[in-house]
């Protein structure tokens, strides 16, 4: 099984992570050894990022490649429109589909440079992304993925505005979602109804990151784009200078939100790692989602 919705198309949940590519030499190191540590526990499919404006696009390329030829691991390579023409867009499908990639995730990305200004179109570039999920389909035989948010895309009005846009994404070709950043379950469970309510029944995975650190905390909320949730402030914000205790208790609540969300029949949960493994690995075998060794 190559394609993302195979491999969460399975009689038991399972688990996927997301790298970045590594800036430098160090980094790369050790971007490989939480690769290495995690392909031992057969996550459903491992994706790699893509920097906004193609900043980090030539280690990303070398980076997926190295996953798809070196490893067992099935990978998602990520690819956004932000300051390309069509041509270059193309060309890096190519490039994608050449090191055997066969997982597209199809974002139209953040503004360079301002992740919150006013998105400019590349003259020859595409403004939706939609477009750009047609024009994967249209290079070849990609499953392709797309992003969600569980309380609405920062430029959408309103929600039902922003979910009729994911509809529109998913019905151009879309075979899965992945939801962005949330600390309460239940918000990621009214996105899933409201997908449902419009008739539409793609699958869709949610993203969990580990809260190791007030720092993790912190960008859990910034990426999420919502006010932190008053249960979790009164579990974590009050462990900030107890780096063990907060460790302990960020861990305990990311498993809880697993199960949670397992229970509710979700397919596969998502784990950004910050190219770190450690956390990942004790929720996933604190949720059940390795497999037995035989």
Same mark, same amino acid.
């Given at each position: 099984?190559?394609?993302?919705?195979?491999?969460?198309?399975?009689?038991?949940?399972?688990?996927?992570?997301?790298?970045?590519?590594?800036?430098?030499?160090?980094?790369?190191?050790?971007?490989?050894?939480?690769?290495?540590?995690?392909?031992?526990?057969?996550?459903?499919?491992?994706?790699?990022?893509?920097?906004?404006?193609?900043?980090?696009?030539?280690?990303?390329?070398?980076?997926?490649?190295?996953?798809?030829?070196?490893?067992?691991?099935?990978?998602?390579?990520?690819?956004?429109?932000?300051?390309?023409?069509?041509?270059?867009?193309?060309?890096?499908?190519?490039?994608?589909?050449?090191?055997?990639?066969?997982?597209?995730?199809?974002?139209?990305?953040?503004?360079?440079?301002?992740?919150?200004?006013?998105?400019?179109?590349?003259?020859?570039?595409?403004?939706?992304?939609?477009?750009?999920?047609?024009?994967?389909?249209?290079?070849?035989?990609?499953?392709?993925?797309?992003?969600?948010?569980?309380?609405?895309?920062?430029?959408?009005?309103?929600?039902?505005?922003?979910?009729?846009?994911?509809?529109? +994404?998913?019905?151009?070709?879309?075979?899965?979602?992945?939801?962005?950043?949330?600390?309460?379950?239940?918000?990621?469970?009214?996105?899933?109804?409201?997908?449902?309510?419009?008739?539409?029944?793609?699958?869709?995975?949610?993203?969990?990151?580990?809260?190791?650190?007030?720092?993790?905390?912190?960008?859990?909320?910034?990426?999420?784009?919502?006010?932190?949730?008053?249960?979790?402030?009164?579990?974590?914000?009050?462990?900030?200078?107890?780096?063990?205790?907060?460790? +302990?208790?960020?861990?305990?609540?990311?498993?809880?939100?697993?199960?949670?969300?397992?229970?509710?029949?979700?397919?596969?949960?998502?784990?950004?790692?910050?190219?770190?493994?450690?956390?990942?690995?004790?929720?996933?075998?604190?949720?059940?989602?390795?497999?037995?060794?035989?």
């Amino acid at each position: 099984m190559t394609s993302v919705v195979e491999r969460i198309t399975t009689d038991r949940p399972v688990f996927s992570v997301e790298f970045f590519p590594p800036r430098d030499n160090d980094d790369e190191r050790v971007l490989w050894k939480a690769i290495r540590e995690l392909e031992a526990l057969d996550p459903a499919f491992v994706s790699i990022t893509y920097g906004a404006g193609g900043s980090t696009r030539d280690r990303t390329i070398r980076t997926t490649g190295r996953v798809v030829q070196e490893t067992t691991l099935v990978t998602m390579a990520h690819l956004t429109a932000v300051d390309h023409s069509v041509a270059e867009l193309r060309n890096v499908i190519g490039w994608y589909a050449a090191v055997g990639v066969r997982n597209i995730l199809a974002v139209r990305g953040d503004p360079k440079g301002d992740p919150n200004g006013e998105w400019v179109r590349h003259p020859e570039g595409l403004t939706y992304a939609e477009e750009l999920v047609r024009l994967c389909r249209e290079l070849g035989d990609f499953c392709v993925g797309v992003s969600a948010f569980p309380y609405g895309h920062p430029r959408s009005a309103d929600l039902d505005t922003d979910t009729k846009y994911l509809v529109q +994404k998913l019905r151009a070709g879309a075979d899965f979602a992945i939801a962005q950043l949330f600390l309460d379950p239940d918000d990621f469970l009214r996105l899933r109804d409201r997908l449902a309510a419009a008739g539409c029944d793609t699958p869709l995975i949610p993203g969990l990151m580990p809260l190791t650190t007030p720092r993790t905390l912190a960008k859990s909320v910034e990426l999420s784009g919502a006010p932190l949730p008053a249960s979790v402030a009164a579990r974590l914000e009050h462990l900030s200078d107890d780096p063990v205790a907060f460790r +302990k208790a960020g861990v305990d609540l990311v498993t809880e939100m697993g199960e949670r969300l397992l229970a509710e029949g979700v397919p596969a949960l998502h784990f950004y790692t910050f190219n770190r493994s450690k956390a990942t690995r004790e929720v996933v075998a604190r949720l059940g989602l390795v497999p037995a060794r035989t």
